[in-house]
């Protein structure tokens, strides 16, 4: 017994909406969110660059690197791992598709 903190699974996108190299901002039960299609695989972070929290659906997403537009830092797309500077990452947010073809992304409840 005991409380359990369990998210919650919400549709973010369909994924017919998020091309292959393409990234997209949404917003989640108040959470916004990044999505990224990178080689065919989505990965989701919250939209907030690890620097001064600008939003990084601004920047642009060149393969696996995703760069914040507003003082060029660099991630590695695939892990949020920084890449100059390093030593900084991304926040990751579990994310699925369902059987209709929706994104979907775990937030906290
Ligand atoms: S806020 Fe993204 S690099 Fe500064």
Redesign the pocket.
């Known amino acids: 017994m005991g409380d359990v903190d369990t998210g919650q699974w919400v549709d973010a996108l369909p994924v017919d909406d998020l091309w292959e190299g393409d990234m997209a901002g949404v917003t989640v039960e108040g959470t916004g969110v990044l999505l990224l299609n990178v080689d065919g695989d989505v990965i989701a972070y919250e939209n907030r660059?690890a620097?001064?929290?600008?939003k990084l659906d601004e920047g642009d997403l060149d393969g696996r690197t995703l760069t914040?537009l507003?003082?060029?830092?660099t991630f590695d797309a695939t892990t949020g791992e920084g890449i100059n500077p390093a030593h900084t990452k991304l926040v990751r947010l579990p994310c699925r598709l369902n059987g209709d073809g929706v994104i979907q992304v775990e937030v906290d409840t």
Do not use: E, R
């Not at 620097?51 to 600008?54: K, M, N, P, S």
């Not at 507003?70 to 830092?73: K, Q, R, V």
């Open positions: 660059c620097h001064q929290q600008q914040c507003h003082h060029m830092w």
